[in-house]
């Protein structure tokens, strides 16, 4: 990797970076320009994000690019480092950004004040909190997604979402002030942040610093089980997500996954082998199930389509984290595949839901019913239409509805049931064809991920009746192509990983053998060349790469 290429690393902090900063010095008025800019972007951004993969997958898994920050080595000075797992979720991220941005252009980002630049800040912080290799600058990241985050949220105004608003800002306030505990009682036990030389470090630890570094890692956890929803730690986000406005809680649906993405880093390089190695495993195992609980709980409860995608968040999160606890590649490379799946899926059902709530009109539909059943329907003034079932919009709709509920339900064919099964056939297949008895903790997630299926069917059903089908008389909603469009998109993208569901799974399962296997990792960090310094016997270094 050299010339340009070295640059790509720091290129998804960049350019979000530089256009949510020139998007200050324009106007509110200037809504085309601040569009425009905010669009090249994220389309940017998607093209760095890209490249960035496929220079990941290219070196079969022994990829790991370092750019050095003021070109000082580690672990004195930042670094930035992608791997297979952190360039998954900088595509995610981008691809996800994109019919968000685009679905928000038809009326939302008019809504109030610097949204646009909101948006790329919260993409900044996304983005740095995927690429960084030490534990203070994911708190830098962290704090610059939740700011951006704050204002995201409140976006749009009424009562409704200033109360959430002000309910999610004390949250993770306390978050914060969490990962700064965790974060200096681990820099006091091992005298390092970053994350590679941590890994080194801490089988020298012993005695009470061990004590006090498994300590600060157990407060950075909850900080991060808060940020993934886990049960009883969610009890912001089902309101949080269902007052957002549907293009923010698209967005908001990766923030979750930022969540996931440490726990699941830290715990395979710096807590998967030595003394402490496993450690909180078991708090990831059956708090995942009880997130999952919890959640299956509140899809069958919800009545409004918001929360009904709020709880659909915390079962994925649940399941995400049930899986990573129980420590088995085969099932967390089916994880990562699953991952993908409900992010995109529950991003397209937010945006579907504000689409399909415009046509509902209950007090028509409750006037309509009692006038027939009374006999007072003027059956002569009504036109019958030969040949016309339903309009064309609703019938778009009521498909795109329809996919959303095979996808969260995981029933075949799509993405959902292609993750779904390579979870289950990773939990029992491994076990079946080793020598010992399943666990009864592999039978529980079994049971609870077919289970919140089940669930998500019914409620989905449900819902689908009472929107598409039980109303007499409704209005068709007024629905632009540039609103309907990004929710197709995110669909058709499910579709595509259910085409390409085999070298998805190839690459996730070779993502999972390079985590399990951290030393290129660690000495790419330790190893990496400063700028203009010769290697002994070698040329000089390129670029802090």
């Given at each position: 990797?050299?010339?340009?290429?070295?640059?790509?690393?720091?290129?998804?902090?960049?350019?979000?970076?530089?256009?949510?900063?020139?998007?200050?010095?324009?106007?509110?008025?200037?809504?085309?320009?601040?569009?425009?800019?905010?669009?090249?972007?994220?389309?940017?951004?998607?093209?760095?994000?890209?490249?960035?993969?496929?220079?990941?997958?290219?070196?079969?898994?022994?990829?790991?690019?370092?750019?050095?920050?003021?070109?000082?080595?580690?672990?004195?000075?930042?670094?930035?480092?992608?791997?297979?797992?952190?360039?998954?979720?900088?595509?995610?991220?981008?691809?996800?950004?994109?019919?968000?941005?685009?679905?928000?252009?038809?009326?939302?980002?008019?809504?109030?004040?610097?949204?646009?630049?909101?948006?790329?800040?919260?993409?900044?912080?996304?983005?740095?909190?995927?690429?960084?290799?030490?534990?203070?600058?994911?708190?830098?990241?962290?704090?610059?997604?939740?700011?951006?985050?704050?204002?995201?949220?409140m976006h749009g105004s009424g009562s409704m979402r200033v109360k959430a608003g002000l309910h999610y800002i004390a949250v993770n306030l306390a978050a914060a002030l969490c990962f700064l505990i965790g974060v200096s009682a681990i820099y006091g036990s091992a005298g390092t942040l970053n994350m590679a030389d941590l890994?080194?470090?801490?089988?020298?630890?012993?005695?009470?610093?061990?004590?006090?570094?498994?300590?600060?890692?157990?407060?950075?956890?909850?900080?991060?089980?808060?940020?993934?929803?886990?049960?009883?730690?969610?009890?912001?986000?089902?309101?949080?997500?269902?007052?957002?406005?549907?293009?923010?809680?698209?967005?908001?649906?990766?923030?979750?996954?930022?969540?996931?993405?440490?726990?699941?880093?830290?715990?395979?390089?710096?807590?998967?082998?030595?003394?402490?190695?496993?450690?909180?495993?078991?708090?990831?195992?059956?708090?995942?199930?009880?997130?999952?609980?919890?959640?299956?709980?509140?899809?069958?409860?919800?009545?409004?389509?918001?929360?009904?995608?709020?709880?659909?968040?915390?079962?994925?999160?649940?399941?995400?984290?049930?899986?990573?606890?129980?420590?088995?590649?085969?099932?967390?490379?089916?994880?990562?595949?699953?991952?993908?799946?409900?992010?995109?899926?529950?991003?397209?059902?937010?945006?579907?839901?504000?689409?399909?709530?415009?046509?509902?009109?209950?007090?028509?539909?409750?006037?309509?019913?009692?006038?027939?059943?009374?006999?007072?329907?003027?059956?002569?003034?009504?036109?019958?239409?030969?040949?016309?079932?339903?309009?064309?919009?609703?019938?778009?709709?009521?498909?795109?509805?329809?996919?959303?509920?095979?996808?969260?339900?995981?029933?075949?064919?799509?993405?959902?049931?292609?993750?779904?099964?390579?979870?289950?056939?990773?939990?029992?297949?491994?076990?079946?064809?080793?020598?010992?008895?399943?666990?009864?903790?592999?039978?529980?997630?079994?049971?609870?991920?077919?289970?919140?299926?089940?669930?998500?069917?019914?409620?989905?059903?449900?819902?689908?009746?009472?929107?598409?089908?039980?109303?007499?008389?409704?209005?068709?909603?007024?629905?632009?192509?540039?609103?309907?469009?990004?929710?197709?998109?995110?669909?058709?993208?499910?579709?595509?990983?259910?085409?390409?569901?085999?070298?998805?799974?190839?690459?996730?399962?070779?993502?999972?053998?390079?985590?399990?296997?951290?030393?290129?990792?660690?000495?790419?960090?330790?190893?990496?060349?400063?700028?203009?310094?010769?290697?002994?016997?070698?040329?000089?270094?390129?670029?802090?790469?």
């Amino acid at each position: 990797m050299s010339g340009w290429q070295q640059h790509l690393i720091i290129a998804p902090i960049i350019i979000p970076l530089v256009a949510g900063a020139l998007l200050l010095f324009f106007d509110e008025r200037q809504r085309v320009v601040k569009a425009m800019v905010s669009v090249v972007s994220c389309l940017a951004l998607a093209a760095v994000a890209i490249s960035l993969f496929r220079l990941a997958s290219s070196e079969a898994g022994s990829f790991e690019g370092v750019y050095l920050l003021g070109n000082w080595p580690a672990p004195f000075g930042i670094v930035l480092v992608v791997d297979r797992l952190s360039a998954l979720m900088l595509v995610l991220a981008s691809i996800l950004s994109i019919p968000t941005l685009v679905y928000a252009l038809a009326r939302w980002h008019t809504a109030g004040a610097h949204f646009h630049s909101l948006f790329q800040f919260l993409l900044m912080g996304l983005n740095g909190a995927f690429l960084t290799g030490d534990l203070f600058n994911l708190f830098v990241f962290f704090e610059v997604m939740l700011a951006a985050s704050y204002g995201l949220l409140m976006h749009g105004s009424g009562s409704m979402r200033v109360k959430a608003g002000l309910h999610y800002i004390a949250v993770n306030l306390a978050a914060a002030l969490c990962f700064l505990i965790g974060v200096s009682a681990i820099y006091g036990s091992a005298g390092t942040l970053n994350m590679a030389d941590l890994a080194v470090r801490i089988g020298e630890i012993e005695g009470e610093r061990r004590m006090l570094l498994e300590a600060g890692a157990g407060i950075l956890g909850v900080v991060f089980l808060i940020k993934a929803g886990m049960w009883p730690l969610n009890f912001w986000l089902p309101g949080a997500y269902s007052a957002a406005t549907a293009p923010v809680a698209a967005i908001f649906a990766i923030m979750s996954k930022v969540g996931i993405y440490v726990i699941l880093r830290l715990s395979l390089l710096v807590f998967g082998q030595g003394a402490s190695a496993g450690l909180g495993l078991n708090v990831l195992l059956y708090g995942g199930m009880a997130t999952v609980a919890f959640g299956t709980i509140g899809v069958l409860a919800s009545q409004a389509l918001g929360r009904l995608a709020s709880y659909s968040v915390l079962v994925s999160s649940g399941t995400l984290l049930a899986v990573l606890g129980l420590s088995n590649g085969e099932v967390t490379a089916g994880a990562l595949f699953y991952m993908v799946s409900s992010t995109l899926t529950i991003a397209a059902f937010f945006l579907l839901i504000e689409l399909v709530e415009r046509g509902q009109d209950a007090g028509a539909s409750v006037l309509a019913v009692t006038m027939e059943a009374y006999g007072d329907a003027d059956d002569e003034d009504q036109e019958v239409e030969v040949g016309v079932t339903m309009p064309g919009t609703i019938a778009v709709l009521g498909t795109c509805f329809a996919a959303c509920g095979i996808l969260l339900s995981g029933l075949p064919p799509l993405s959902g049931f292609v993750a779904k099964f390579a979870m289950l056939s990773g939990m029992i297949g491994t076990n079946v064809q080793g020598e010992g008895p399943i666990p009864a903790s592999v039978w529980w997630i079994v049971a609870l991920l077919i289970l919140s299926g089940l669930a998500a069917l019914i409620s989905m059903t449900r819902a689908g009746i009472r929107t598409f089908w039980a109303s007499m008389e409704g209005t068709v909603p007024r629905v632009l192509v540039m609103e309907m469009a990004p929710v197709m998109l995110l669909i058709a993208l499910t579709l595509a990983l259910t085409i390409k569901a085999g070298p998805a799974m190839s690459y996730m399962e070779e993502t999972v053998r390079t985590l399990q296997q951290p030393a290129s990792y660690i000495d790419a960090v330790v190893n990496a060349r400063r700028a203009g310094v010769a290697e002994p016997g070698g040329p000089d270094g390129g670029g802090g790469i």
